[in-house]
């Protein structure tokens, strides 16, 4: 079976909207000239590059967003946002399957007789679709059969083992990923920590939600942001904390509640559809600032699109966010 094969399989179990070639949203403009914002009517426009959206029928919101607005709390996502990821992700998984030699029955992408590997199609399909390290082994096992490896020598067929094998997997690639991340090789997006620092020196509260490991995100915090930047941070919550992933929006309702400040007030900054679900979902509105993986995805729900943060000012984002809810 081929990658394409496999990421149609995985398309027809989750019933996944077909990608779009641009984004419909709140029109505006933004310019990397000035930070001043003006609503236009045909175009979206982020400096240099603008795109002309189809039509597109209007968006429901929900009567809360709609009361205030008011930016108090400004939530980051992690990976996709503060730093492009997932082919760092990408690559401790398939060291974490090669170090096992998990071989599954049925893969898509690699012979049963050599260890699993997520090729780049694939993985970019499934890391969009399906939140949490966790999740995606378990749903391409329950697809593709559960493996062998040196953990287990024949397929596990009991939750306890299952759960065993996931858990052993998932632990190592967690150790995997935070060498790459401790390498110095790594950087975050542009315009993230000039955005971060504007929200704090203006007042607002800063959080991070993420739906990685805890100890994944430490490191990648501490790392990327800097030691004084992730201890000043109001809230920060990872996949742990949670009983449920993204899209579920749990973790955006328990940072609000944690923050003290109502959903309505809080803006999201999100980089895939799953995300962008979990924040509205939540009653929060939502930029995303998109990635090479993400780009094609309908982000029709969000507030804002930006292919990155680095002509992005605060007062832009109250502006916007002003603009677009006393539209409504």
């Given at each position: 079976m081929t990658?394409?094969?496999?990421?149609?399989?995985?398309?027809?179990?989750?019933?996944?909207?077909?990608?779009i070639s641009a984004f419909t949203s709140p029109q505006f403009s933004l310019s990397s000239a000035s930070s001043?914002?003006?609503?236009?009517?045909?175009?979206?426009?982020?400096?240099?590059?603008?795109?002309s959206p189809p039509p597109r029928s209007a968006t429901t919101v929900s009567p809360s967003i709609l009361v205030s607005a008011?930016?108090?709390?400004?939530?980051?996502?992690?990976?996709?946002?503060?730093?492009?990821?997932?082919h760092l992700h990408r690559q401790a998984y398939n060291d974490a399957f090669s170090h096992f030699n998990v071989r599954c029955p049925s893969s898509p992408s690699t012979s049963s007789s050599q260890p699993l590997n997520w090729d780049l199609e694939f993985y970019d399909e499934l890391q969009n679709r399906i939140g949490g390290g966790k999740p995606k082994m378990r749903w391409y096992f329950k697809e593709y059969g559960w493996p062998t490896s040196t953990i287990f020598e024949t397929p596990p067929?009991?939750?306890?083992?299952?759960?065993?094998?996931?858990?052993?997997?998932?632990?190592?690639?967690?150790?995997?990923?935070?060498?790459?991340?401790k390498s110095?090789?790594?950087?975050?997006?542009?315009?993230?920590l000039k955005l971060m620092d504007e929200a704090k020196a203006a007042g607002k509260q800063l959080a991070v939600c993420s739906a990685a490991t805890k100890s994944s995100v430490i490191l990648c915090?501490?790392?990327?942001?800097?030691?004084?930047?992730?201890?000043?941070?109001?809230?920060?919550?990872?996949?742990?904390?949670?009983?449920?992933?993204?899209?579920?929006?749990?973790?955006?309702?328990?940072?609000?509640?944690?923050?003290?400040?109502?959903?309505?007030?809080?803006?999201?900054?999100?980089?895939?559809?799953?995300?962008?679900?979990?924040?509205?979902?939540?009653?929060?509105?939502?930029?995303?600032t998109y990635t090479s993986s993400t780009a094609n995805q309908d982000f029709s729900d969000a507030i804002a699109v930006f292919p990155d943060l680095s002509s992005v000012r605060l007062k832009d984002l109250?502006?916007?966010?002003?603009?677009?809810?006393?539209a409504k």
């Amino acid at each position: 079976m081929t990658s394409s094969m496999a990421s149609s399989t995985l398309s027809r179990h989750l019933h996944l909207a077909p990608p779009i070639s641009a984004f419909t949203s709140p029109q505006f403009s933004l310019s990397s000239a000035s930070s001043s914002f003006s609503p236009r009517p045909h175009a979206l426009s982020f400096g240099l590059l603008s795109l002309s959206p189809p039509p597109r029928s209007a968006t429901t919101v929900s009567p809360s967003i709609l009361v205030s607005a008011s930016l108090q709390a400004l939530i980051f996502d992690c990976d996709g946002v503060i730093l492009e990821s997932e082919h760092l992700h990408r690559q401790a998984y398939n060291d974490a399957f090669s170090h096992f030699n998990v071989r599954c029955p049925s893969s898509p992408s690699t012979s049963s007789s050599q260890p699993l590997n997520w090729d780049l199609e694939f993985y970019d399909e499934l890391q969009n679709r399906i939140g949490g390290g966790k999740p995606k082994m378990r749903w391409y096992f329950k697809e593709y059969g559960w493996p062998t490896s040196t953990i287990f020598e024949t397929p596990p067929e009991n939750d306890a083992d299952r759960a065993k094998l996931i858990d052993t997997i998932q632990d190592w690639k967690t150790e995997r990923y935070q060498e790459i991340l401790k390498s110095g090789s790594v950087q975050p997006r542009p315009g993230v920590l000039k955005l971060m620092d504007e929200a704090k020196a203006a007042g607002k509260q800063l959080a991070v939600c993420s739906a990685a490991t805890k100890s994944s995100v430490i490191l990648c915090l501490e790392n990327l942001i800097g030691l004084d930047r992730f201890q000043s941070l109001d809230c920060f919550l990872a996949g742990d904390d949670v009983k449920e992933k993204k899209p579920d929006p749990s973790i955006y309702i328990t940072a609000a509640k944690r923050l003290g400040v109502a959903e309505r007030d809080c803006l999201v900054v999100e980089d895939s559809v799953i995300g962008l679900q979990a924040a509205t979902g939540a009653g929060m509105s939502c930029i995303v600032t998109y990635t090479s993986s993400t780009a094609n995805q309908d982000f029709s729900d969000a507030i804002a699109v930006f292919p990155d943060l680095s002509s992005v000012r605060l007062k832009d984002l109250e502006e916007l966010l002003q603009s677009v809810l006393s539209a409504k």
